[in-house]
C-alpha cells in the first residue's frame, strides 16, 4: 500500500519495527522474569502442588485412622470401666 508521501512510508516502518523489537523485548523480558522466579523458588524448598496435595491426603487419612481407634479405645475402656456381673448360680451359692 503506497501513500503519496515517502516520509509517511517510511515513518509507518519504523513503527512497524519499532513494535517487532517492542514485543521482542517483552518476550525476552517475560522468559528472563520467569527464569528468576523459577530459580528462587527452587532455592527456598517450597513443595509442588502434587506433593502438597499427597501429603494433606495422608494427614487425612491418619487422622481418620487416629479418630477410629479412638473411638475403639472408648468403647474397650468403658467395657472395662463396668463392674462384671457375677452369675446367678455363684450367687445363689454363697448365700447357703
Known amino acids: 500500500m503506497a501513500t503519496g508521501n515517502k516520509v509517511l512510508d517510511d515513518l509507518s516502518q519504523i ?3 519499532a513494535m517487532g ?4 523485548a517483552k518476550d525476552e523480558a517475560e ?11 527452587a532455592d527456598r524448598d517450597f513443595v509442588s502442588r502434587d506433593e502438597f496435595d499427597a501429603v494433606r491426603l ?9 479418630e477410629a481407634l479412638k473411638a475403639r479405645l472408648d468403647t474397650l475402656e468403658a467395657a472395662a470401666d463396668k463392674p462384671a456381673k457375677k452369675p ?6 454363697k448365700k447357703i
Not at 495422608?58 to 487416629?66: P, S, W
Not at 446367678?88 to 451359692?93: D, G, T
Open 21 to 24: 523489537v517492542a514485543q521482542g
Open 15 to 17: 513503527m512497524t519495527n
Open 58 to 66: 495422608m494427614a487425612q487419612k491418619a487422622r481418620e485412622e487416629n
Open 31 to 41: 522468559t528472563a522474569m520467569k527464569s528468576w522466579i523459577d530459580r528462587w523458588l
Open 88 to 93: 446367678a448360680r455363684k450367687a445363689a451359692a
